[in-house]
T-cell receptor, first 112, second 112 residues
Framework: NAGVTQTPKFQVLKTGQSMTLQCAQD?????MYWYRQDPGMGLRLIYY???????DKGEVPNGYNVSRLNKREFSLRLESAAPSQTSVYFC???????????FGPGTRLTVT | GEDVEQSLFLSVREGDSSVINCTYT??????LYWYKQEPGAGLQLLTY?????DMKQDQRLTVLLNKKDKHLSLRIADTQTGDSAIYFC????????????FGQGTELSVKP
């Protein structure tokens, strides 16, 4: 099992460009999450999907959209990137809503 | 409100015990977690404690929970250089998709 995988590992964008971060899990988990990690701060929840077909906002959803494509995949889209979105993005999954979360390796995004 | 605080740095000598502390403000959390993040990697779940427990031991790791003071600690016995990493505590809430609120992370440096 690969666990939680994320692509790409690194990305540099110019202000205003768009991109989609991909996340997939092979653990047959129902719930998936997107977090961002900034220096000196813990992880903050952007969006989550408690189960296939549902998505909900977390603490910092502005500037992002998500798609729960199927049970395995949960993507995060930046429609018009801003320098404030420079961060490391982590995807996580859990068996059910509220159970232990398992994290991917992260995507380091820089917006210039 | 929801807030989790940790000190940012801890330095110990190899073979000593490390104690990483965490305080939280919201008493409605159900589980409290400790995650480890090695450089360039995602978060790895180390251990967790249910909010009605006082202590949990798992090999070299001991978690203590003081609910009255809303204080959580992680003790690592016989600390090794491989324990050098950032350690995050996190609260989980029953509602909001089992949302995790993370502390800022404590960077543990183990000197030989």
């Amino acid at each position: 099992n690969a666990g939680v995988t994320q692509t790409p590992k690194f990305q540099v964008l110019k202000t205003g460009q768009s991109m989609t971060l991909q996340c997939a899990q092979d653990m047959n988990h129902n719930s998936m999450y997107w977090y961002r990690q900034d220096p000196g701060m813990g992880l903050r929840l952007i969006y989550y999907s408690a189960s296939e077909g549902t998505t909900d906002k977390g603490e910092v959803p502005n500037g992002y959209n998500v798609s729960r494509l199927n049970k395995r995949e949960f993507s995060l889209r930046l429609e018009s990137a801003a320098p404030s979105q420079t961060s490391v993005y982590f995807c996580a999954s859990s068996e059910v809503e509220g159970s232990e979360q398992y994290f991917g390796p992260g995507t380091r995004l820089t917006v210039t | 409100g929801e807030d989790v605080e940790q000190s940012l740095f801890l330095s110990v000598r190899e073979g000593d015990s490390s104690v990483i502390n965490c305080t939280y403000t919201d008493s409605s959390s159900t589980y409290l977690y400790w995650y480890k993040q090695e450089p360039g990697a995602g978060l790895q779940l180390l251990t967790y404690i249910f909010s009605n427990m006082d202590m949990k031991q798992d090999q070299r790791l001991t978690v203590l929970l003081n609910k009255k003071d809303k204080h959580l600690s992680l003790r690592i016995a016989d600390t090794q250089t491989g324990d050098s990493a950032i350690y995050f505590c996190a609260e989980r809430f029953y509602n909001q998709g089992g949302k995790l609120i993370f502390g800022q992370g404590t960077e543990l440096s183990v000197k030989p």
